[in-house]
């Protein structure tokens, strides 16, 4: 069945330093690929999206590249801040009909 | 932005006991409503998919009648966890569809109820 595979956390990093959380799918045909992210206390927030091959998502400074070839969605940002330390999801969804398949989430703590 | 709200945020309850967790779209309209189940360091597991107005749509190996999902309006479903035991105990997340959204990307989600079930 479909699945999705996250680098395990915690995820420890210095304000400014470079991050990326690795995503990795199992999916027949070509799926939807998101980055949800939740920060302490809130219900899980779109990030950004991807709906094809190629496809490049964006939103607050995050990207991530759908990769056809190697089933891959990774996460990254330039520049994290102390802000940025939340727990993100990576997921997939295909067809239409909303329903997502998760991964299991990497916690990321950013220190100032 | 849309809001989801879910009551209770935590819950204790006795072995044997049902308890009831609501999630409410706050300011949309919601036709098509989540369940899913979290435990620590996992991912979300969607339990079942709620319909309004219609049987909710269950998952391979849920038991629909330990957990008892009611959607009769479009902005309300509830999660009824029917006689609790301590392996119920977990996390447990709605999400709402904007049903005037032209996108089924548009899903928001609500903060979680903790179940502890003693």
């Known amino acids: 069945g479909d699945s999705v595979t996250q680098m395990e956390g915690p995820v420890t990093l210095s304000e400014e330093a470079f991050l990326t959380i690795n995503c990795t799918y199992t999916a027949t045909g070509y799926p939807s690929l998101f980055w949800y992210v939740q920060y302490p206390g809130e219900g899980l927030q779109l990030l950004l999206k991807a709906t094809k091959a190629d496809d490049k998502g964006s939103n607050k400074g995050f990207e991530a590249t759908y990769r056809k070839e190697t089933t891959s969605f990774h996460l990254e940002k330039g520049s994290v801040q102390v802000s940025d330390s939340a727990v993100y999801f990576c997921?997939?969804?295909?067809?239409?009909?909303?329903?997502?398949?998760f991964g299991q989430g990497t916690e990321l703590s950013v220190k100032p | 932005g849309a809001v989801v709200s879910q009551h209770p945020s935590w819950v204790i309850c006795k072995s044997g006991t049902s308890v009831k967790i609501e999630c409410r779209s706050l300011?949309?309209?919601?036709?098509?409503m989540f369940w899913y189940r979290q435990f620590p360091k996992q991912s979300l597991m969607l339990m079942a998919t709620?319909?309004?107005?219609?049987?909710?749509?269950?998952e391979q190996g849920v038991e629909k009648d330990k957990f008892l999902i009611n959607h009769a309006s479009l902005t309300l479903s509830t999660l009824t966890v029917t006689s609790a035991h301590p392996e119920d105990s977990s996390f447990y997340i709605c999400?709402?569809?904007?049903?005037?959204?032209?996108?089924?990307?548009?899903?928001?989600f609500g903060p979680g109820t903790r179940l502890t079930v003693l």
């Open positions: 709620s319909n309004e107005g219609s049987k909710a749509t269950y």
């Open positions: 999400s709402a569809r904007d049903s005037t959204s032209g996108s089924t990307d548009t899903q928001y």
């Open positions: 997921a997939l969804r295909r067809g239409g009909g909303g329903k997502l398949i």
């Open positions: 300011d949309f309209q919601a036709t098509t």
